[in-house]
């Protein structure tokens, strides 16, 4: 009963703060931004004052979908984003640069985050195949315990939450950067500057929330560990 009780607070903190981010964004992508400019142009901007020649700006499908990929150095904007001319994609444009920028200067939270990754990955299919291996063994082999899972599950959340709380200074930095640059660079008014650091905090709650969540549960299954000892 705990358990899913935690799930579902969890849950609701994580769809509350979802909805709060839309609500924002869509606030935001209303208020024409006063220079002009569209978050690709934005985003090409900010590389080349920062000395960036080698990542590209691109157009990728769907909402929120934006992010920087480290691997093929490209700034990846929703379509919202690379060919809007609000504050909000404003705002958007300069944080996924600024994770570039902090790819560009080895910014060593970043860097851990990006050799996590593929454990991370491995952690989540791992616990796939644990719940899947507990529901078959419980209603038909017998033989996949809860006691013998529950080690397995205590070292995935280990992971999800060193993951989760690494990617915190990530996404502040980069929000950091966006926000000084954009300011240095005169791109926003000081009114268009607030609601493009309201846009951009809405959405570092996302990870602080799941950083939270992902604490939350590790904290459990370690008390379960350690009571059946």
């Known amino acids: 009963m705990l358990y899913l009780v935690l799930i579902g607070v969890i849950a609701l ?8 981010l839309k609500r924002k964004f869509k606030k ?3 208020v024409g931004l006063s ?3 569209n978050g690709r142009e934005v985003a090409e901007l900010m590389l080349r004052d920062n000395g960036i020649d080698d990542v590209k700006v691109v157009s990728v499908q769907g909402r929120l979908t934006d992010h920087y990929n480290p691997l093929d150095k490209t700034v990846n904007l929703s379509p919202e984003v ?3 001319r609000s504050v909000m994609a ?3 444009a300069a944080h996924e640069c600024g994770h570039a920028v902090q790819h560009a200067r080895a910014y060593a939270p970043l860097k851990m985050r990006s050799a996590l990754v593929p454990i991370q990955n491995a952690s989540g299919r791992i616990m796939n195949f644990i719940f899947m291996a507990m529901l078959i063994g419980s209603l038909f082999l017998g033989m996949f315990t809860i ?17 989760a709380f690494i990617t915190l200074p990530v996404e502040y930095d980069a929000t950091k950067r966006a926000l000084a640059w954009i300011d240095e660079r005169s791109i926003v008014t000081g009114q268009e500057h607030d609601m493009a650091k309201d846009a951009l905090n ?3 709650r996302t990870y602080l ?11 459990y299954w370690l008390l379960q560990m350690l009571a059946d000892r």
Do not use: K
């Not at 006691?147 to 993951?163: L, R, S």
């Not at 929330?209 to 904290?219: D, H, K, N, Q, R």
């Open 147 to 163: 006691e013998f899972a529950i080690p397995i599950i205590v070292a995935c959340y280990f992971v999800f939450t060193v993951f």
């Open 209 to 219: 929330v799941a950083a939270i969540g992902s604490l939350i549960m590790l904290l």
């Open 35 to 37: 220079m002009g400019l």
């Open 82 to 84: 690379y060919e809007g």
């Open 202 to 204: 809405a959405a570092a």
């Open 90 to 92: 404003t705002a958007v």
């Open 28 to 30: 935001y992508s209303q």
């Open 13 to 20: 903190l994580s769809f509350s703060v979802q909805q709060n």
